[in-house]
């Protein structure tokens, strides 16, 4: 699970600590969270990153917008007189946010193709019986990152991970995938951090002074 601390400089500490009452300042940190939150989605939606510059490209050269489905479940997870938290509460969304927003590699070998063995580390143990199963979401993205490609009219497209698992079985993933690799006897996929939670200095600096004005009118009233 990745969580988002956002934090306030030492001015705005300060300042809130002269309002007093705990539900001023959940009411600051709940605002700011949310701005945050905002400006993350957006960020998916321009397909840039928390420094205002464009995500990585997908390998493959796909267009499709990424992210913007993982970044509807970012919400505020925490929220205290002290901090606010923003994160993913489901732990599968988590994991995939931290791999996207920091980057990510996985050594893949053979031999955890053979004998209808998935590398998914939540199902090691697949047996050989279950080789007819359909093809494991860890064999299509190995079979798209050793640019596998199936036949549509008069070319070749680069398929879906649904159109994979949904149309190959393991054995039949893991026969290609052994041919596509040739001699390799390992290799490693790597995703790109694409930086997707967080906001820019110049955002940084809207957020901030927003609070500051929230901050004094709370003290002025």
């Keep these: 699970m990745i969580n988002v601390s956002v934090e306030g400089t030492a001015a ?49 050269g796909r267009r499709r917008k990424m ?30 946010a ?29 047996r050989a019986e279950n080789a007819a199963n359909p093809a494991t979401r860890s064999q299509a993205r190995a079979l798209l990152a050793a640019g596998y490609k199936i036949k549509r009219g008069k070319g070749y497209r680069t398929p879906t991970l649904k159109w994979i698992t949904q149309n190959l079985t393991i054995a039949r993933a893991s026969a290609i995938l052994t041919a596509l690799r040739g001699g390799h006897d390992s290799w490693t996929t790597v995703l790109p951090g694409r930086k997707p939670v967080g906001v820019s200095p110049s955002e940084f600096q809207t957020v901030y002074d927003q609070a500051v004005a929230e901050i004094q009118t709370m003290i002025n009233s």
């Design 67 to 96: 992210l913007t489905r993982l970044m509807r479940y970012l919400q505020l997870v925490e929220l205290n007189d002290k901090q606010a938290v923003i994160g993913f509460k489901n732990p599968v969304h988590g994991q995939i």
């Design 98 to 126: 931290y791999k996207q927003q920091f980057g990510d590699s996985q050594q893949f070998s053979k031999s955890q193709f053979r004998n209808g063995r998935s590398p998914d580390p939540r199902n090691p143990s697949m």
């Design 12 to 60: 705005i500490q300060q300042l809130l600590s002269t309002i007093g009452g705990a539900t001023a300042m959940r009411r600051i940190l709940q605002r700011t969270a949310k701005q945050v939150i905002d400006l993350s989605k957006q960020h998916t939606r321009d397909q840039i990153d928390s420094d205002g510059q464009r995500f990585k490209p997908h390998a493959k």
